[in-house]
């Protein structure tokens, strides 16, 4: 019986002690605080991120649709080559700051008969969470008048994945940026350096 007034006695007196009672509160409001400040930031990054791919990558595709590129590519062969050349336009000192990693950019550029029938590629392998194969291997060099499709995507990282907010696509954790420009070439004069 003493001992169940002691414990009475005890468990009042911690009930009515609020020493300590800001540091128990701050811990419970923290967590939530500091997860959603994480997403907060990585919606800010990824917005920006994507943005940024894609205001790069639509100044390289304005010069597909010129012709600009054929043209300055006539002597180039192969799809390696010619997508390695695309990149380093997207990617070079064309006086853009990107906020990616220009080495992991894959682009991938294909013709289409009409905008009807246009099929845009899947970057991304659903059964594996990795680059599809094939993606970014493909380059058909489009003539003047022709439907293009070009397509570039890249990883970005995300920075706060320990909350897994759904942010990432890859299995890796990485995020896609991806943009795709769908247009029909202007009628350029082809010239004595045929691009096609």
Not at 127 to 148: E, K, L, M
């Amino acid at each position: 019986m003493a001992t169940r007034r002691n414990y009475r006695s005890l468990l009042g007196r911690m009930a009515g002690d609020v020493r300590g009672a800001t540091a128990v509160e701050f811990g419970l409001v923290c967590v939530p605080f500091l997860a959603l400040l994480g997403a907060i930031l990585q919606v800010a990054f990824s917005i920006w991120a994507a943005q940024n791919f894609d205001f790069v990558f639509q100044k390289t595709a304005r010069s597909l649709f010129t012709g600009q590129f054929q043209q300055t590519n006539s002597q180039s062969a192969t799809a390696g080559t010619l997508l390695a050349a695309l990149k380093t336009s997207m990617c070079g000192s064309g006086g853009s700051v990107t906020v990616f990693d220009c080495s992991g950019v894959k682009l991938d550029v294909s013709l289409g008969t009409n905008f009807a029938s246009i099929k845009l590629p899947a970057p991304i392998d659903s059964g594996t969470r990795d680059w599809s194969a094939g993606f970014g291997t493909h380059y058909t060099c489009p003539g003047p008048g022709t439907i293009v499709v070009a397509t570039a995507a890249a990883k970005f990282p995300v920075f706060f994945g320990l909350l897994n907010l759904g942010f990432s696509s890859f299995a890796d954790g990485s995020q896609l940026l991806m943009s795709t420009a769908v247009f029909r070439t202007e009628p350029y004069s082809v010239g004595s350096g045929a691009p096609c």
